[in-house]
C-alpha cells in the first residue's frame, strides 16, 4: 500500500523567512514524488515533481529515500506562496499508476 | 487548449437523491482520476481509469458510489442515495500515459463540483 504523510496541517511564517512543507511516504517500491499546489479559487496544479530536480518559483524538494521523504523548500517565502501545498505519490511500473496524495498543508505568508 | 472540464460546477441535493457527476478529460490523456476534497481531510483517492484495464476502485467508500468511463474519455461519477457526510468538493484529473521508461506525467485537474447534501 502507498501512504503519503503531511504532518502539519497549517503552517504560518512571515514573508522573508524560510519555509519547509513536511512529506513523509510509505511505498514499497520506486516512487515518484510529485508537490501539487491550489492556490486561492484556483485548480489544483503541479508545481514540481522529484525526477526534474527543478526549482519552481524559488521551491525545492530532495527525494530521500533513506528517511522516506520529499519536503519542500523555499528559503525566502513571499506573500504570493500563501496556498494549499499536497504532496503526492506515483506508483511506478507495472500498468497501475494510482496518484495518492497527503491530507495538505495550508501555507499562510504573513506581511 | 481546453482543459479538463467537470459539470455541475455546483449541486445541491436531498438527502436520499441519486447525483451524477460528469467529467471531460483532456483529449488523448488515458489515465482518469477522481478524487474527494473536504476540509480536514485533504484529497482522498476514490477511483482511477487508465486505458482498457480494470479501474482501481480501491477508494471508493462505500456501494452507494460508482463510476464509469466511457469510450476511453467522458467520465461520470455517481453516488446513489446521498448522505450528508457526501457533501465536498468532487475533482477529476486526467494525465497521459506513463512514459516508456516508466516515468510519470503531470495530472491535470478540472475545477472541481462542490456538492452539498440537504
Known amino acids: 500500500a502507498q501512504r503519503v504523510t503531511q504532518p502539519e496541517k497549517l503552517l504560518s511564517v512571515f514573508k522573508g523567512a524560510p519555509v519547509e512543507l513536511k512529506c513523509n511516504y510509505s511505498y514499497s517500491g520506486s516512487p515518484e514524488l510529485f508537490w501539487y499546489v491550489q492556490y486561492s479559487r484556483q485548480r489544483l496544479q503541479l508545481l514540481l515533481r522529484h525526477i526534474s530536480r527543478e526549482s519552481i518559483k524559488g521551491f525545492t524538494a530532495d527525494l530521500n529515500k533513506g528517511e522516506t521523504s520529499f519536503h519542500l523548500k523555499k528559503p525566502f517565502a513571499q506573500e504570493e506562496d500563501s496556498a494549499m501545498y499536497y504532496c503526492?505519490?506515483?506508483?511506478?511500473?507495472?500498468?497501475?499508476?494510482?496518484?495518492?496524495f497527503g491530507k495538505g498543508t495550508l501555507l499562510t505568508v504573513n506581511p | 487548449g481546453a482543459g479538463v472540464s467537470q459539470s455541475p460546477s455546483n449541486k445541491v441535493t436531498e438527502k436520499g437523491k441519486d447525483v451524477e457527476l460528469r467529467c471531460d478529460p483532456i483529449?488523448?490523456?488515458?489515465?482518469l482520476y477522481w478524487y474527494r476534497q473536504s476540509l480536514g481531510q485533504g484529497l482522498e483517492f476514490l477511483i482511477y481509469?487508465?486505458?482498457?484495464?480494470?479501474?482501481?476502485k480501491s477508494g471508493l467508500p462505500s456501494d452507494r458510489f460508482s463510476a464509469e468511463r466511457t469510450g476511453g474519455s467522458v467520465s461520470t461519477l455517481t453516488i446513489q442515495r446521498t448522505q450528508q457526510e457526501d457533501s465536498a468538493v468532487y475533482l477529476c484529473a486526467s494525465s497521459t500515459p506513463a512514459l516508456l521508461d516508466g516515468r510519470g506525467t503531470e495530472a491535470f485537474f478540472g475545477q472541481g463540483t462542490r456538492l452539498t447534501v440537504v
Open positions: 481509469f487508465q486505458g482498457n484495464s480494470a479501474p482501481d
Open positions: 503526492a505519490l506515483r506508483s511506478s511500473g507495472g500498468s497501475n499508476y494510482k496518484l495518492t
Open positions: 483529449s488523448g490523456h488515458t489515465a
